[in-house]
């Protein structure tokens, strides 16, 4: 059932496997859910039900990271960012993936009982995108925005998770999110390029090909108007128009940085990882507002 390298224990290869080795891809989808929660309770959520957005988001994206390996189990070793990845070097077989991705499925599914019926129905109807989003590279020019779209799910399920309803504010969140998605993710794909071009598979990093960092630029532009407009439909206080503001500002030095044509591909994760910090920063915010 398994197949490794004898220099490491096989519990370390499944931690790479649910990327729990890299934690800024599993933080960044929890971020959106806990600004939901938050902002769904206007800043006193139960205790318990955050424990369960954290935990439901480590289960969910880990599910999805293993799922998408799955799928990309004969491309990942045709490209130097994923070739080293447990399914696609053959350290873990296929069995042991699907095993792994139905486990953190069932305990995604158990934390989701604790919801209520909204959030519980949210949920069902998130896992089918999250199963076939790996599929959409190769045929839909723009992946990354079915990413962004179930990204979205976090904030719906959280939200209602709190209220039982989605609000006219809940969707300028899911909006933001969506947005911010598109962004961090298209440069995320920019570092892959000419691999992914070689293999044939879609990104959006392809699809605006010289305009990828003025599209990036675009998209988090319209991440700061959605939460402009959040804020003030909600009547946020100080903290939040200072976290947008710390936010506005690093988005722009990011854009700054991708707009030169020839960039080293070290810089595409490192801007990936800055908005972990950014989306801290501005649920910080949240919370003291």
């Known amino acids: 059932m398994l197949s490794q390298p004898q220099s490491e224990p096989i519990w370390k290869t499944v931690i790479r496997l649910l990327r729990w080795d890299k934690p800024a891809g599993r933080l960044i989808l929890m971020i ?12 006193t959520p139960p205790l318990p039900l955050v424990g369960v957005v ?4 480590l289960a969910t994206s ?35 993936g699907i095993v792994v991705a139905a ?12 919801l209520n019926t909204l959030s519980f129905l949210l949920c069902v109807a998130a896992v089918p995108l999250i199963i076939c989003y790996p599929l959409a590279k190769r045929f839909f020019p723009v992946p990354q925005l079915v990413l962004s779209i179930a990204w ?17 504010a809940t969707w300028w969140l899911w909006g933001a ?9 298209t440069v995320y794909a920019m570092a892959d390029r000419e691999d992914d071009r070689r293999i044939g598979i879609n990104s959006s990093a392809l699809f605006f090909g010289d305009y990828a960092a003025i599209a990036v630029g675009v998209f988090f ?12 439909v909600m009547g946020l206080g100080w903290s939040f128009w200072i976290a947008v503001t710390i936010a506005a500002i690093a988005w722009m030095w990011q854009f700054k940085q991708l707009m030169p044509t020839q960039l080293p591909p070290s810089l595409y994760g490192e801007i990936f990882g800055q908005n972990v ?13």
């Open 32 to 43: 959106p859910a806990l600004w939901a929660v938050f902002l769904a309770a206007r800043g």
């Open 54 to 57: 954290i935990l439901g988001s």
């Open 62 to 96: 880990a599910a999805g990271c293993v799922v998408n390996d799955l799928w990309d189990r004969d491309i990942d070793p045709q490209v130097d960012r994923t070739q080293n990845r447990p399914l696609a070097s053959r350290a873990l077989s296929m069995t042991t």
């Open 103 to 114: 486990v953190a499925l069932g305990c995604g599914a158990i934390l989701a009982l604790y």
């Open 152 to 168: 979205g799910f976090a904030v719906l399920i959280s939200w209602s998770a709190v209220t039982g309803s989605i609000e006219t």
């Open 177 to 185: 999110t969506v947005l911010w998605t598109l962004g961090f993710d």
């Open 221 to 232: 532009l319209g991440t700061i108007a959605m939460l402009v407009v959040l804020g003030s």
């Open 277 to 289: 910090w950014i989306g801290f920063a501005i649920l910080t915010g949240i919370i003291l507002a």
